[in-house]
């Protein structure tokens, strides 16, 4: 079973990998065994039963549900329909914490306000976790008719990925084998007037999206509701964000939004990635 580590900063700066002793005396197995438990879900195993984690971990079966059974209760695993289980609440709260200290909302906030006064419509900044995206930030509009697609969103927010702008974006950009099996465990519910409830079609989306590089949304999450999308990279040419902004089809048609606003929100979407270190061919040249 694989062992937690923590890290110890050296007198030159570096930070090294300091892997405890299971001698000590401080040291909790049951606490190892608890987070060698939650990492055994990652993107490409969204969704593991008792007997997948118990033989990846080399633990009887029985251990492994009293653990489970227990992080469950605490709300850091999810049990489905199918009696298979997925990370929970409690490690996406975790995860928001790590991602406020890697800098992307302190690196993304001035871009995002500055399109939001720029453009007056909202704009957002979303991360894809399994199935869903998650609300890193968010510039909301003062227009009117603005609370007609508010939708009660805020950071921290969830939304389906298949139905959302910066959802199909961030899809798009995944390795093939991750999104086909993310895709195959969605259930696709018709939302809005155009949502996508083929997977096949939806697939064919994604293709579109990663020839263009850039998402939109017409009415598939909300009637009235449209949205641009654009991928944030970082320095590793990883697309780890996606930033959009919406409107209400009172206030721009999509056309207008993807001609009109396109270039600013991509604009925008470029800084930020530069920010994150991210750099063109060309730039590393």
Known sequence: MPRTSSHTERPNGEWTRVVPSLREPRYSQSLERGLAILA????????????????????????????????????????????KYRLGLRVTDLGMSALNSTGLREHSRPYLEELRQRTTYTVNLAVLDGPEILYVDRARSYRRGQNQIDLGLRLGSRLPAYCTSMGKLLLAYLP??????????????????????????????????????????????????????????????????????????????????????????????????????????????
Do not use: W
Request: proline share 3%; net charge negative; glycine share 6%.
């Open 176 to 285: 093939e084998g991750e999104q086909k099996d993310l895709i195959g465990d969605m259930k696709l519910a018709k939302r809005a007037p155009n949502s996508i409830t083929s997977k096949k079609a939806l697939r064919s989306e994604l293709e579109h999206v990663r020839e263009e590089g850039f998402a939109v949304n017409d009415e598939e999450l909300a009637a009235g509701l449209h949205s641009i999308s654009a991928p944030v990279r970082a320095e590793s040419n990883e697309v780890v964000a996606a930033v959009n902004m919406a409107a209400h089809a009172s206030m721009i048609s999509l056309e207008e939004l993807v001609d009109h606003l396109g270039p600013h929100l991509v604009s925008t979407a470029d800084r930020i990635s530069a920010r994150l270190g991210y750099r063109r061919d060309d730039e590393r040249e």
């Open 40 to 83: 055994c879900f990652t993107p490409e195993r969204p969704v593991l039963g008792i007997a997948d984690i118990a033989d990846e971990l080399g633990m009887s079966r029985s251990t492994t549900h009293r653990y489970v059974i227990t992080l469950v209760a605490l709300g850091y695993l999810e049990q489905g329909a199918s009696r």
